[in-house]
T-cell receptor, first 110, second 113 residues
Framework: KQEVTQIPAALSVPEGENLVLNCSFT??????LQWFRQDPGKGLTSLLL?????REQTSGRLNASLDKSSGRSTLYIAASQPGDSATYLC?????????FGAGTRLTVKP | DAGITQSPRYKITETGRQVTLMCHQT?????MFWYRQDLGHGLRLIYY???????DKGEVPDGYVVSRSKTENFPLTLESATRSQTSVYFC????????????FGPGTRLTVL
């Protein structure tokens, strides 16, 4: 059974800092990996989807990388802003079985 | 409004009662999903549907029933609610497969007393 871990559970940084969120998974035979953002009291918003054949995906200030062999993905956020404050979740898809991490709660202080 | 909506947004019920949570999407996406989100467990898939009249179990289906008579609607029923079903429930949809980008509704916070 796939297990997905996100460390740290919470992170607080000053505005403008570059930061990295981590996601690790136990079964490397994945189909894809997604990063989501969740604001308090809201649903999830998909940020980036990386197919198993890809190494990274970029969208604006966000860059997600995938290393299947080591069972890790990182989400890099450049020049963080207070509006980036949210919980970030990764989800790993093993051929139609998607498992979510518990998330990293990010606070960006002005 | 276009998108995916859930109703009610908040619900309080008692143990043993039947509760139905509604989910509606306007995109004509093939796939729809129900998740529950609990502290310490993250999101877990309850049921999903690949098309009208096609449903399948997810990771935690016990105690729940789903149906999908129309593409746009995917109701989730708790036939006899238990306290352990207190949770936040999210509906999601994706265009073509389970592995596409999923689009989530705002969630329903359910409390079972």
């Amino acid at each position: 059974k796939q297990e997905v871990t996100q460390i740290p559970a919470a992170l607080s940084v000053p505005e403008g800092e570059n930061l990295v969120l981590n996601c690790s998974f136990t079964d490397s035979a994945i189909y894809n990996l997604q990063w989501f953002r969740q604001d308090p009291g809201k649903g999830l918003t998909s940020l980036l989807l990386i197919q198993s054949s890809q190494r990274e995906q970029t969208s604006g200030r966000l860059n997600a990388s995938l290393d299947k062999s080591s069972g890790r993905s990182t989400l890099y956020i450049a020049a963080s802003q207070p509006g980036d404050s949210a919980t970030y979740l990764c989800a790993v898809d093993n051929n139609n079985d998607m498992r979510f991490g518990a998330g990293t709660r990010l606070t960006v202080k002005p | 409004d276009a998108g995916i909506t859930q109703s009610p947004r908040y619900k309080i019920t008692e143990t043993g009662r039947q509760v139905t949570l509604m989910c509606h999407q306007t995109w004509s996406h093939s796939y729809m999903f129900w998740y529950r989100q609990d502290l310490g467990h993250g999101l877990r898939l309850i049921y999903y549907s690949a098309a009208a009249d096609i449903t399948d179990k997810g990771e935690v289906p016990d105690g729940y029933v789903v149906s999908r008579s129309k593409t746009e609607n995917f109701p989730l029923t708790l036939e006899s609610a238990t306290r352990s079903q207190t949770s936040v429930y999210f509906c999601a949809s994706s265009p073509f497969s389970r592995s596409d980008t999923q689009y989530f509704g705002p969630g329903t916070r359910l409390t079972v007393l």
